[in-house]
T-cell receptor
Framework: GAVVSQHPSWVICKSGTSVKIECRSLDFQATTMFWYRQFPKQSLMLMAT?????????EQGVEKDKFLINHASLTLSTLTVTSAHPEDSSFYIC?????????????FGPGTRLTVL | AQTVTQSQPEMSVQEAETVTLSCTYD???????LFWYKQPPSRQMILVIR????KQQNATENRFSVNFQKAAKSFSLKISDSQLGDAAMYFCAYRSAWDSNYQLIWGAGTKLIIKP
């Protein structure tokens, strides 16, 4: 199946700094990528949907200025957590839609664990 | 708006036995897709099985099968011959056939414990 990578797999940062997470589709072009947040023992919460070359569409309650999403190419989307605070600590997962796959299937990255001190 | 409900926070089963995970959903649409995803301790989401709403035949993938009851809006997952590697969180998800963004709507998840 198609492979999606995320980098870094984990990151620890100080409060007030910004952190960038990369999501890459390795062997397919992804017109659409999704960013999720997952708290311990909970389900995935969709943060935003990004289409290549367009501004991301954020879910209600997600701060656009705090979680900056860029989808500049068909294989790369980035999530930047600006001025991170301890409450931003979480597990962030990206997925990419493979338009060539059956049923436009989403393929998921392995996730990034963010800890803000 | 569509919703997905998984009423079993946790299930346990003896190795080699069969277990069924429940999922119900609410929608007014007639055309949609349903999925079961597995999230093992590694946190990597893996697609287990999918079902198209317009197909009456229940989907099957090796030891995994679903019981899709469209009128009842029920979509349960049966795991036969449970193995230790099946231990994971299992999420049920819905996707509208009309959503141009192909977004998934997720259930809360069921933690599956396999007893050796």
């Amino acid at each position: 199946g198609a492979v999606v990578s995320q980098h870094p797999s984990w990151v620890i940062c100080k409060s007030g700094t910004s952190v960038k997470i990369e999501c890459r589709s390795l062997d397919f072009q992804a017109t659409t990528m999704f960013w999720y947040r997952q708290f311990p023992k909970q389900s995935l919460m969709l943060m935003a949907t990004s289409n290549e070359g367009s501004k991301a569409t954020y879910e209600q309650g997600v701060e656009k200025d705090k979680f900056l999403i860029n989808h500049a190419s068909l294989t790369l989307s980035t999530l930047t957590v600006t001025s991170a605070h301890p409450e931003d600590s979480s597990f962030y997962i990206c997925s990419a839609r493979d338009t060539a796959a059956s049923y436009n299937e989403q393929f998921f990255g392995p996730g990034t664990r963010l800890t803000v001190l | 708006a569509q919703t997905v409900t998984q009423s079993q926070p946790e299930m346990s089963v003896q190795e080699a036995e069969t277990v069924t995970l429940s999922c119900t959903y609410d929608t007014s649409e007639s055309d949609y897709y349903l999925f079961w995803y597995k999230q093992p301790p590694s946190r990597q989401m893996i697609l287990v099985i999918r079902q198209e709403a317009y197909k009456q035949q229940n989907a099957t993938e090796n030891r995994f099968s679903v019981n899709f009851q469209k009128a009842a809006k029920s979509f349960s997952l049966k795991i036969s011959d449970s193995q230790l590697g099946d231990a994971a969180m299992y999420f049920c998800a819905y996707r509208s056939a009309w959503d141009s963004n192909y977004q998934l709507i997720w259930g809360a998840g069921t933690k599956l414990i396999i007893k050796p």
